[in-house]
């Protein structure tokens, strides 16, 4: 199945990078490959440009291959997720880039097509996992929402779904639990519904969208994986190097936002833009998921 997904803030972030030329000698990490948009136009512009591209969905690579077969790209597909991002670049004998770039959150790819139960809207198994086979270690929503105490429920709800009735929902998960266990998205969403008031439910969010968004930022680790993940990538930028962040929820972009600020405050880098860019009216008005995108870019400093 090839990939659907539209890319957000695409030229933005390229721009940020600030490679020069044809990318002769230079080179670039997409942190975060998923429909292979960025790593598209970059190979585009730049031919000479040695792209790495990670993304811990395996099944990305082969959706977007076909984005790829008239470009003569020196591009490289690793199956890996971004905090492993000094791993990655050992193995493959690179020292330091000049540039990488993340974009976080699911693509629409994982949303439409994984089977694993990302959407509120897809009657699909409660998995969430990044994964495309996840290993019987490996955590689920399906282990959080049937073996997690109600405390642990409505502390990840609240905490990362930002769910003002989290009590209601993990009070409702367990009891429903107790019945039978809930296996599918389209169950869970049905609990959900009955936890909440009537005003709730019919309101402009799908109630379950911040208790979907809890389940999957807990399965795959998402918050703490992001600041490994700026800390490795600001690690393994050359003097002069860049970094383009897009995130999509205040979660994610109060991790990037405090990062910048912190290490800007250690002369470590500096802020090329120290308010987020966000997408114009005609991309929103294209492609609604970039409505909330915002985009942080930073340059590293010398000699560091």
Known sequence: MQSVHKTVLLNETIDGLNITGDGSGQTVVDATFGGGGHSVLLCTRYPKLKVIALDQDKTAFAKASH?????????KFINSNFRDLDKV?????????????????????????????????????LLMTMKENPLPEDVTAYDIVNTWSEEN???????YGE??????????????RHQKKIETTFELVKVIEGSVPAAYRKGRINCAT?????????????L????????????????????????????????VKRFFRDKAKEEKLILINKKPIVGSKDEIKINPR?????????????NI
């Open 153 to 159: 429920l409505a502390t990840i709800i609240y905490g």
């Open 67 to 75: 984005k790829f077969e008239n470009l003569n790209c020196n591009i």
């Open 89 to 125: 670049l050992a193995k493959e004998e690179i020292q330091k880039v000049n540039g990488v770039l993340f974009d976080l959150g699911l693509s629409s790819d994982q949303l439409e097509n994984s089977g694993r139960g990302f959407s509120f809207m897809k009657d699909e198994p």
């Open 290 to 302: 970039s409505r909330s995108a915002k985009l942080r870019i930073i340059e590293k400093i010398e």
């Open 163 to 176: 769910e003002r009735f989290s009590r209601r929902i993990a009070k409702a998960i367990v009891d429903a």
């Open 224 to 255: 703490l994986a992001l600041q490994d993940g700026l800390a490795k990538a600001l690690d393994a930028l050359d003097s002069k190097g860049r970094m383009s962040v897009i995130s999509f929820h205040s979660l994610e972009d109060r991790i």
């Open 210 to 222: 911040k208790t979907f968004q809890a389940l999957r930022i807990a399965v795959n680790d998402e």
